[in-house]
């Protein structure tokens, strides 16, 4: 058992216990409380990594605690020994018991958090229904080189537990900045111009004018992914400088959004490496 002693102790569902769990089941409550909640060694470890704020860390009060879940204590401005039990119902491992849980404080949602290098390499994610996707390109952007995503209009949440879980902890890497409409996002990339780095729109449609390969990526680039049922809106399609397809066989007409987006995020990755080779030869 841990010799830690705790800011709070929970061994009942008690009005805190029930506020932490409406922090991973509730997106209006993670957005009222700029706040979410976290689990996994690794993503754990990678929003400590990167800097971000560890509010709270939530620990069994059962066990003796291993060395990363002391490390993640001591980040921890509050900390809460909560029993085995309650836990595990916060939890959603499937095998073994949840040793620790952290709730992260949530960033604004200012697109300056995106930085425009003149490599620059971004990506819109429009209107997605699916928390697992935006989690999934996270991760692909952070694997590739991207420097932020942008998640548009009515949309799922970037810290619903699923997006968190299956960006492995790319979340903490790669700003992911949310807007409501595309405005704001059309005003940044025109301040970006302005400033000399002239960001190309590639909207990415099955019935694109040029073959992803054929599309130049290794000036900077914001890529937009549209809606996994219904593709992009009309306000994206028509601020596109270009639009790319991938040419498929077969009887699918589509790829899955995160997919799509992994695809433009290599052929992106390999343009410019190819590029780098070339210029060092």
Do not use: C
């Given at each position: 058992m841990s010799t830690h002693v705790a800011d709070l102790r929970i061994s009942a569902r008690n009005s805190r216990f029930q506020l932490i769990e409406a922090l991973i089941r509730n997106r209006n409550h993670r957005i009222r409380e700029h706040r979410f909640v976290v689990q996994g060694v690794r993503p754990i470890a990678q929003a400590i990594a990167h800097g971000w704020t560890i509010l709270t860390a939530i620990y069994d009060a059962q066990r003796s605690l291993s060395p990363w879940a002391l490390d993640v204590i001591a980040h921890a401005g509050e900390t809460i020994a909560m029993s085995s039990e309650l836990l595990a119902e916060l939890a959603e491992k499937e095998e073994g018991a949840t040793e620790l849980l952290a709730i992260v404080a949530m960033p604004t949602d200012d697109l300056g958090r995106i930085p425009a290098p003149a490599d620059f390499l971004g990506m819109v994610f429009d209107r997605p229904t699916q928390p697992g996707n935006i989690g999934a390109i996270l991760r692909s952007m952070d694997a590739l080189g991207g420097h932020g995503l942008i998640v548009s209009g009515?949309?799922?949440?970037?810290?619903?537990?699923?997006?968190?879980?299956?960006?492995?902890?790319?979340?903490?890497?790669?700003?992911?900045?949310?807007?409501?409409?595309?405005?704001?996002?059309?005003?940044?990339?025109?301040?970006?111009?302005?400033?000399?780095?002239?960001?190309?729109?590639?909207?990415?449609?099955?019935?694109?004018?040029?073959?992803?390969?054929?599309?130049?990526?290794?000036?900077?680039?914001?890529?937009?992914?549209?809606?996994?049922?219904?593709?992009?809106?009309?306000?994206?399609?028509?601020?596109?400088?270009?639009?790319?397809?991938?040419?498929?066989?077969?009887?699918?007409?589509?790829?899955?959004?995160?997919?799509?987006?992994?695809?433009?995020?290599?052929?992106?990755?390999?343009?410019?490496?190819?590029?780098?080779?070339a210029a060092v030869r």
């Open positions: 009515h949309a799922a949440d970037p810290y619903d537990p699923k997006s968190v879980r299956a960006s492995t902890g790319s979340l903490f890497a790669t700003p992911v900045v949310r807007t409501s409409s595309p405005g704001p996002v059309f005003d940044w990339v025109r301040e970006q111009r302005a400033s000399g780095v002239p960001v190309t729109l590639v909207a990415t449609d099955e019935h694109g004018e040029v073959d992803v390969w054929d599309h130049d990526f290794t000036g900077p680039s914001l890529v937009l992914i549209g809606n996994e049922t219904t593709g992009l809106s009309r306000a994206w399609r028509e601020a596109a400088d270009v639009r790319v397809r991938v040419p498929m066989g077969g009887s699918a007409s589509s790829l899955n959004a995160s997919n799509a987006a992994t695809l433009m995020l290599y052929e992106a990755s390999r343009q410019r490496a190819a590029g780098r080779g």
